[in-house]
Antibody
C-alpha cells in the first residue's frame, strides 16, 4: 500500500526558506511516470496547489508562487522535496504531499500524506 | 488564477439531498473534463470523492454524484448522513496546465 509522509521543520523564520520532504513508501518514485505534488492549506482556509514534479525532474508550478518555489525529486531516496523561499506569515499552512490518481497527469489526487503544519514566525 | 467559487456553507437534515455548486471560467471548469471533488473532515487530509466531473473512485458511496453545465460544476449528496458532515472542495485542471481549487463548502447535517 502506497504511503506518503511529510517531514521538515514546523517553525520557519520570516524571510528564510521553508524546506519539506515527502517520503514515499510501498512503491517506487523511479520510473513511476507520476507527477508528485505539493498542496497547502492555510489555517481555516481552502486548499492551494503549489506544484508537481515528474519522476524524471520536470516541474509545473502555481504561477502565484513560481518565483519562490522549487520542487525536486531524489529517486535514490524515494523522496521529493519542496523549497519555498522568502517566506512570510502568509505561508503559514498545513503542507500536504500527494500523488495523482493517474500517471502522467497533474491532477486528481487520490493519495495524500497526513500533512505537516508549518508556522512562519520569528 | 482565481479560486473557483463555492457557497460557504450548506445545511440539511438527515435523509435530504443537497447540491454544492462550483463556478469557474471557460479556462477551467467550462473548458475541461477534469473537475474533481474532495471531502475533508477536521484534521484529516482531503479524500477524492468525484473525478472527471461525474466518476466515483472505488469505495465512494453512490450517494455522491457530480455534474457540470457550462462553467459550473455541481456535487450532489443524496440521503444525507451524519458522516457526510465535512468540508467539500471542488478542483479543476486548467488550460494553463495548473490546478485550482474552490474556497470550500462546509456541509452541516442538522
Amino acid at each position: 500500500q502506497l504511503q506518503l509522509q511529510e517531514s521538515g521543520p514546523g517553525l520557519v523564520k520570516p524571510s528564510e526558506t521553508l524546506s519539506l520532504t515527502c517520503t514515499v513508501s510501498g512503491g517506487s518514485i523511479s520510473g513511476s511516470f507520476y507527477y508528485w505534488a505539493w498542496i497547502r492549506q492555510s489555517p481555516g482556509k481552502g486548499l492551494e496547489w503549489i506544484g508537481n514534479v515528474y519522476y524524471s525532474g520536470g516541474t509545473y508550478y502555481n504561477p502565484s508562487l513560481k518565483s519562490r518555489v522549487t520542487i525536486s525529486v531524489d529517486t535514490s531516496k524515494n523522496q521529493f522535496s519542496l523549497k519555498l523561499r522568502s517566506v512570510t506569515a502568509a505561508d503559514t499552512a498545513v503542507y500536504y504531499c500527494a500523488r495523482p490518481r493517474r500517471s502522467t497527469t497533474l491532477h486528481t489526487f487520490d493519495m495524500w500524506g497526513q500533512g505537516t503544519m508549518v508556522t512562519v514566525s520569528s | 488564477q482565481s479560486a473557483l467559487t463555492q457557497p460557504a456553507s450548506v445545511s440539511a437534515s438527515p435523509g435530504q439531498s443537497i447540491t454544492i455548486s462550483c463556478t469557474g471560467t471557460s479556462s477551467d471548469v467550462g473548458g475541461q473534463s477534469y473537475v474533481f471533488w474532495y471531502q475533508q473532515h477536521p484534521g484529516k487530509a482531503p479524500k477524492l470523492m468525484i473525478y472527471d466531473v461525474n466518476n466515483r473512485p472505488s469505495g465512494v458511496s453512490n450517494r455522491f454524484s457530480g455534474s457540470k453545465s457550462g462553467n459550473t460544476a455541481s456535487l450532489t449528496i443524496s440521503g444525507l448522513q451524519a458522516e457526510d458532515e465535512a468540508d467539500y472542495y471542488c478542483s479543476s485542471y486548467t488550460t494553463g496546465n495548473t490546478v485550482i481549487f474552490g474556497g470550500g463548502t462546509k456541509v452541516t447535517v442538522l
